[in-house]
């Protein structure tokens, strides 16, 4: 059974930076899709970056391109999410999750049962 543990999050003033962790447990990490989520109060759940199992491919929402970065340490078995040029609308609580689809950059992953969930780690920016 995967359990995901992220970490990274805190308060930062816009235009600063952060690198989000998320750490897996019990499996390889690489055996799975990974997939940021993003989620502040009132708000949808948006996802945000995915990439797919053996890194080769990544996809981001057009409102974080060009400024997230999401990456693979496989002997780590954690996934990052580097976060640039963070503005307040970046404010959330970013969870990472795990799948075992291949659609990372083809098409719209859909979370279902099969997914892991971590629990998130919070994300702050000041203007």
């Known amino acids: 059974q995967l359990r995901l543990v992220e970490s990274g999050g805190g308060l930062v003033h816009s235009g600063g930076s952060l690198r989000l962790s998320c750490v897996g447990f019990?499996?390889?990490?690489?055996?799975?899709?990974v997939y940021w989520f993003r989620q502040a109060p009132g708000r949808e759940r948006e996802g945000v970056a995915c990439?797919?199992?053996?890194?080769?491919?990544?996809s981001y929402a057009d409102s974080v391109r060009g400024r997230f970065t999401v990456s693979r340490d496989v002997a780590d078995n954690t996934v990052y999410l580097q976060i640039n040029s963070l503005n307040p609308e970046d404010t959330a609580l970013y969870t990472c999750?795990?799948?075992?689809?291949?659609?990372?950059?083809?098409?719209?992953?859909?979370?279902?049962?099969?997914?892991?969930w971590g629990r998130g780690t919070q994300v702050t920016v000041s203007s």
């Open positions: 990439i797919s199992k053996n890194g080769g491919r990544t």
């Open positions: 019990g499996n390889r990490l690489d055996y799975y899709e």
């Open positions: 999750a795990a799948d075992l689809p291949d659609v990372c950059g083809k098409s719209e992953y859909v979370p279902s049962r099969s997914t892991f």
